[in-house]
């Protein structure tokens, strides 16, 4: 008996620690991928192209819905500009699928895999690349959660 509840123990804690993934842990977690990422995260910490930064061009926050839609709101000259659309974790769970388009006029769009290097409830750093002026960007965003 006592081998038959070390052996689940053990298989317990072998399947756990698989199941997290991400780059900058955390290395155990009790709540779900989902529950972590359903959250308004805003930027606390960019990196671009190896640069600190406290802000990125305007990018204020980003919710993320348990049901799989989203908002990005940029704040561009002070206004607050938002984008709804959907998002997904790719299949193995290690990076966010985002697929947005702005609320005030339809036209513009955002779509973007940002791998996950930590996922944690209180914080979320992700890193991407985005097109920018001919050339490519490179980012490292690390977000705290909002209000």
Known sequence: MKKIYLFSLLAMLAVGLTSCKYEEGPAIAFTSKLKRVSNTWVVNQAEINGTS???ISGFKEITFFENGDCQIVYTPFGVDYRYSGTWTFTTDKSAIR???TDDGTGLLSYANDWTILMLKED????TYSQSSGGGTDSYIVTFEPGI
């Open 123 to 126: 914080a979320l750093k992700v």
């Open 53 to 55: 930064s406290t802000a």
């Open 98 to 100: 985002i697929n947005t």
